[in-house]
């Protein structure tokens, strides 16, 4: 029978400084020692706030933004831990005044706390826990963002100033709105047969949109630097879903690079074509999950993993062809795409110098075959 890990065994902690290198030094297995009555000592909970702010901003200066934490929340600790997580992290915000518009944007809310008294015990109470489960959940957030290690900065983290201008070329979200209008028509069709009718659409509106903002931006001495951001992956088989973000982003003049550890993708480009890809991902990996799992000869591993690499090759064949027909009716805007696609390319190898070339393993000819056919079938438009 395995033994509960703790940490080290000694006389319990009196003062916040013996309470914060306590739960630096814990295991949850601690916790019933750390907090062994019915009432949270004020030591202890003095120092888990300043512990948790020391923590939490040490990984937001390393480049993790709210929505990266909230993710890797999700993956790594229970409801409980997570929850004190981003408590922690609402916390540190509210030090700084002036936020970067998207950090505040991924941030989404404000404390529901009494800032004047310490956020454990009101933590714990709003949960229901008995003071060791609060600070089992503690010791879990904590071992979690010990452990974060520096990601690439995209947006200044808080309390910074920004590493970039502002974008002053808001994304249209009449255009993008009426893409989600049609992706969401897309996921929830029950009639394949309409594929190819639909199968330009999405990528046609969105390049045209792109090719109006070059239009604009043509005749301004400061175009935009291109942007960047993160797409979560679900597991399983990242890996294979890595690379249709990969084609879409490509097809959409951005570049993109997958960080196993984590399972994300970094995309940098134009930040209105950030948001299109972003939204064809999410809406084609729904599409394909869908296709894969009703496809009879699916229950392998092998033959899934090279459905969805198969899927991804097809897709950017399909989305490639939709964006080059047109971009051909409007040939005199070549150069200046072109130009941005340089920028694009300069501020990937700025943030990424060392990219390292991976391709997937496919081992089941049915997936590849399964995966190219529902491709064919997917809707990107309307």
Request: aromatic share 6%; hydrophobic share 45%.
């Amino acid at each position: 029978m395995g033994k509960r890990k703790q940490g080290p065994v000694g006389p319990p902690p009196t003062t916040a400084g013996e309470f914060g290198d306590a739960l630096l030094a814990a295991a949850p297995g601690d916790a019933d020692r750390l907090a062994p009555g019915f009432t949270l000592p004020a030591e202890l909970a003095e120092a888990a706030d300043r512990l948790g702010q020391q923590l939490i901003g040490r990984v937001c200066r390393g480049g993790w933004l709210p929505e990266d934490l909230r993710q890797a929340a999700r993956r790594r600790l229970d409801e409980f831990a997570g929850s004190y997580l981003l408590d922690t992290l609402v916390a540190y915000a509210g030090q700084f005044t002036a936020l970067h518009p998207e950090w505040r944007a991924q941030l989404g809310t404000t404390p529901w706390w009494t800032t004047s008294e310490p956020h454990l015990p009101q933590w714990a109470a709003k949960h229901i826990l008995t003071p060791s489960e609060a600070v089992a959940a503690v010791i879990e957030a904590f071992g979690l963002l010990k452990t974060l290690p520096p990601v690439t900065v995209v947006l200044p983290a808080p309390g910074t100033p920004p590493g970039r201008p502002a974008s002053h070329h808001a994304v249209d979200e009449k255009k993008l709105s009426r893409v989600r209008a049609l992706l969401a028509k897309a996921e929830s069709s029950t009639f394949p047969e309409e594929a190819e009718a639909l199968s330009a659409k999405a990528q046609e509106l969105m390049t045209r949109h792109a090719l109006d903002r070059v239009l604009v931006e043509a005749g301004e001495d400061t175009p935009d630097r291109p942007a960047a951001r993160r797409i979560w992956l679900d597991t399983p088989y990242a890996d294979a879903k890595s690379l249709l973000v990969h084609v879409v982003a490509k097809a959409n003049r951005c570049r993109a690079v997958f960080d196993p550890r984590w399972e994300f993708v970094t995309v940098v480009g134009d930040e209105a074509d950030l948001a299109a890809v972003e939204l064809l991902t999410t809406s084609l990996l729904v599409q394909a999950t869908r296709a894969m799992i009703a496809d009879p000869a699916g229950r392998s591993r092998p033959f899934r993993k090279s459905f969805l690499v198969s899927y991804a090759t097809r897709i950017g064949e399909r989305l490639e062809k939709a964006a080059e027909a047109t971009i051909a009716e409007a040939p005199e805007l070549l150069p200046v795409l072109a130009s941005r696609e340089k920028q694009v390319a300069a501020t990937f190898t700025e943030l990424f110098p060392e990219v390292v070339n991976k391709s997937v393993t496919v081992r089941s000819h049915e997936g590849w075959g399964a995966g190219r056919a529902a491709a064919d079938r997917a809707r990107l438009g309307e």
